[in-house]
């Protein structure tokens, strides 16, 4: 793509002699910049892109932007400045990409727990009415054959529209993301055409992130008002409730989900919830339109199944289609996923790492559990500290027997996360343990299993690694909980 046409609509001068500049991709690390590659000065956390420049110049690229005053000498490639990276390698992106999300279907989900699991219902629904569908969120970036390890919920801008342009390529016209509220704050997403947008839920999270709630959801609610989608908002959380009301108010096109109102547009009557799985009489404004069966437990898996029916009927998406999809969908990978052994012990893997979907795992469990639940989990370091003592309370309080462990302790002390999280644990009185050694305290748990017992192991799910200071070492809670349960 020449030069002239990537700055389109982005308000930054192109030089007359570089406007025919052959630009062969665009890069924010200079690491992997490529001849012909515009290279983009990005502010991050750690570091900055602006020092990086001259060595993104050396590997050949053909130009750079920069947001701040830039005096270095980079041999005749034009340096360009905008006020803000971040906000112009959106457009940017979309232009060398040649804006293939206008001409798909893009669900983006949003909210502090529950994306994850929906978009996976909602990715199962749309293939069950045979739409080949792409999914980009926590567990990963997969389409068509195609799978990428996520490195972030939300990749950033030009990822994402190469993404969106591989998939059009292959003929794959729908795909269902969940959208964080890094993502949002960050700009990533600002160039996406969304046709359907939902809110699940907003709770504490990212306080490290955020200076404030409102802030968050503020960050939240930027994505009802990109483009002219048609959203779905849980109005049982109060968060919801207010965005509901705002939208209206505003003019957007909103419909709203409910399990507890049933003059919502969309409302699902509980039939079922326990061990086996949940169901729900599923009505779109006051009419019954069927039943919708799930093989998961729990309140979150209702509500999560709910905004999915709804996204999906918003979409035209015959209610046999739904049904069948979520009948069979067997779950989601570290989402109140059963570890399988031939010994008999109940074992549950869950990413959950925030004060409610620890409550809402734990409170699922306790309704099944004969025996005791035991509960191994930890919070993550150089992250929301407040969030610590409060869930701690939370396993407490649900719990008969917690033990608290490492979690991504990062560069932070683990005994120090520890004694934090044990502040807001002893308040309960619940028995409890410290085992720093995350693998040591899922063989603790396992040890003391008697029958009828049930074992939560929270807080990294899917994930399959532990970083501790800045080694990122493989770790998979499922994997090390079978084995150890194999090895008894």
Request: with cysteine; net charge negative.
């Amino acid at each position: 793509m020449k030069l002239l046409d990537l700055l389109y609509e982005t308000g930054i001068k192109c030089p007359m002699d570089m406007q025919d500049t052959d630009i062969t991709g665009i890069s924010i690390d200079s690491r992997k910049v490529k001849k012909g590659n515009l290279f983009v000065c990005m502010k991050g956390y750690q570091t900055d892109g602006h020092i990086y420049a001259v060595e993104a110049a050396f590997h050949g690229a053909a130009a750079v932007i920069t947001q701040d005053e830039f005096a270095v000498d980079l041999q005749s490639i034009p340096v360009l400045q905008t006020d803000d990276t971040r906000k112009v390698i959106s457009q940017l992106a979309k232009n060398f990409y040649q804006d293939p999300s206008e001409k798909m279907t893009v669900f983006a989900i949003t909210g502090t727990n529950g994306k994850t699991t929906t978009t996976y219902m909602l990715k199962a629904i749309l293939e069950e009415a045979d739409y080949p569908c792409g999914v980009i969120g926590t567990v990963g970036y997969r389409y068509g054959d195609k799978e990428y390890e996520s490195t972030r919920t939300t990749p950033e801008s030009f990822e994402l529209q190469r993404m969106f342009c591989e998939m059009r390529n292959e003929g794959i016209e729908h795909c269902t993301m969940e959208v964080s509220s890094h993502g949002l704050a960050l700009h990533r997403v600002d160039d996406i055409h969304f046709s359907y947008t939902a809110f699940t839920n907003l709770t504490q999270d990212h306080m490290d992130f955020h200076s404030s709630e409102e802030e968050y959801y503020q960050a939240k609610k930027t994505l009802f008002f990109i483009g002219d989608s048609t959203s779905a908002v849980n109005i049982d959380d109060a968060y919801g409730n207010r965005l509901y009301e705002e939208l209206k108010e505003a003019g957007r096109k909103v419909c709203s989900y409910s399990l507890k109102n049933e003059n919502a547009d969309f409302y699902g009557e509980i039939i079922k919830n326990d061990a086996a799985g949940c169901g729900i009489h599923f009505f779109q404004n006051k009419k019954k339109i069927g039943e919708l069966y799930l093989k998961t437990p729990g309140l979150f898996t209702l509500y999560n199944t709910l905004c999915a029916a709804s996204l999906a009927t918003l979409n035209g998406i015959v209610f046999s289609c739904i049904q069948t999809a979520l009948h069979k969908l067997e779950g989601v990978p570290g989402r109140f996923e059963v570890v399988p052994n031939e010994k008999g012990i109940t074992a549950i893997v869950d990413y959950a790492h925030t004060p409610e979907a620890l409550r809402m795992v734990l409170k699922t469990a306790k309704d099944f559990t004969a025996g005791r639940l035991i509960c191994v989990f930890g919070c993550g370091g150089d992250r929301d500290r407040s969030k610590r003592p409060i869930m701690g309370e939370i396993a407490g309080i649900f719990s008969d027997f917690c033990i608290i462990t490492s979690d991504n302790p990062r560069t932070e002390d683990q005994k120090c996360i520890a004694a934090e999280i044990e502040k807001g644990l002893i308040k309960t009185g619940c028995d409890y343990t410290i085992i720093n050694n995350r693998m040591k305290a899922i063989q603790k748990a396992i040890q003391i299993y008697e029958t009828n017992d049930v074992i939560i192991i929270a807080g990294k799910g899917h994930e399959c690694y532990q970083i501790i200071g800045s080694a990122k070492n493989y770790f998979n809670d499922k994997e090390i909980t079978q084995r150890i349960i194999q090895d008894l």
